[in-house]
């Protein structure tokens, strides 16, 4: 609101700059040191989710590998450190980059909707009265803030069903991904579900993986070209592996009609471990 | 456009009347018999001179040079910062760039740092704000110091000088769905920080800029929309300097615990 009062500047400000924090977390303070921070944490989790995209596919060669593949993630570090340690350092690691992309994502779309009020809000971005028309922003730039929830819940359902069991109850056999994967995909509801939330991941990755160049000050006219085709590229590598498990699942390609092994937390998965020595053997 | 007469075209406006920032606002509708030779700020003048003559309050809206230099006007026009035409201020569109029977929606420049002051004119003041933060340079002599004194690289003269092209408008923050002030923040910290005499302050001001813009306006998301909206077409790469820069300013201009 205009005001002509004997303050610092004719329009009052829309956000108070509060006291400056010591060096190095006064970056956290400011819009510009958070998307900074939005940008570090969006590489490390688009690394996790290329890295998890990528060890997945172990679930082509079998149940047997894919035992192995989990098993080797616990085994990161060898007999060096306690079972289990680094993956649960790598754990913590990714759960603070997803706090931090979260909270700055949140944040800073509070403060463009402060900044915007009058303009009024349609979907978390400013309204005109009488339309308004987009020429630069793609559908996945203006939708980044719907494609973030979906893919944040999307996790927690994850979680829930392929690392602690709750929907899979007895069928769900800890240290057996692979016969968890098929059951729970081939489930068509579920399947759909993770289609829709990897569709999402995609075009937040799209939008992501190219802004974050921005973000980070890093733009060199030689190779800006590239900044685009990179994102893109990311996307859709993600998107072809992500997809490929639930749809190749209810294709009938992931089944456990050629397995050998029973199922079971103790004797399957001493089973699936001797299978994979063999293999290697 | 020598002898050649513009067509008549009849063009139904809906633009917005408000009486104050605090006032609600809303349409108004107008027929207006227009020449495509006119210009679109001719068009508003003419409609002024009818709405005076019946004794109604004409529309309040901006200009100054009306040759697309001083960055005074700007309106949204049909959802489009300064109107449908690239690289255009609003003085310099004309109304040959519509059809006759159009539609033409004119709002003002939105956002909560640009409170309406009437109709169409907002107040900018917060861009004025961020340049008194540091965008100028203090030379402390006597007399001014003769020109080409100082040699410039070309390469940092031209960068420079694509960027002191900005004319302030606001129409980034307009077009931007954040109401970010990104564009024209960087294009001033570009513009002193590529040259050589900017840069003894080029790290207080990039850090005073920033957060005197920040106090008014949102935080980019990279859309892209401030560019196409821009009639000196400002590139975004100007935001990414100003990225790297301020990250830079906040690490010289470090402060540790107790020091501050």
Redesign the interface.
Known sequence: ??QTTGE????A?????SR?W???L??YQ???????VMALTGIGLIGFVLAHMVGNLHVYEGPARMHEYAESLRTIGGGLVPKSAVLWLLRLGLLSMFVLHLHSAIS??R?????????GLVSG??R???????????YA??T?RWTGPIIALFILYHLADLTWGWWLGDDFVAGDPYHNVSTSLSALPVAILYIVANVALAFHIF?GA??M???????N?RY?HLRRGLATLLAGLILVGNLSFPILTQAGLIDEDNRTCPIGEVEGNTCLAEEAEGHQG | MSGSHGETINVTLKVWRQTSADAPGGFETHQQAISTDASFLEMLDLLNEELNAAGKEPIAFESDCREGICGTCGVMINGRAHGPQKATATCQLHMREFADDDEIVIEPFRATGFPVIRDLAVDRSPLDAIIEAGGYISVNTGAASDANLTPVPKAAADQAFDAAACIGCGACVAACPNSAAQLFTSAKIGHLGLLPQGQAERWSRTEAMVETMEEFFGSCTNHGECTEACPKEISLDFIALMNRDYMKAKVKNRGLAGQH
């Not at chain 1, 610092?8 to 329009?11: F, K, T, W």
């Not at chain 1, 005109?128 to 793609?138: F, L, S």
Request: no cysteine.
């Open positions: 609101m205009a610092r500047y004719r329009v400000p829309v956000h108070r700059r400056e010591p060096f190095p006064n970056l400011t819009a510009v040191g958070r998307k900074w800073l779309s403060m463009s909707r402060a900044s915007s009020e009058d303009a971005a400013k005109y009265a009488g339309g308004r028309e987009h020429v630069a922003a793609t730039s203006r980044m939008h190219w802004s160049f921005q973000s980070l000050g890093i733009n006219p800006n």
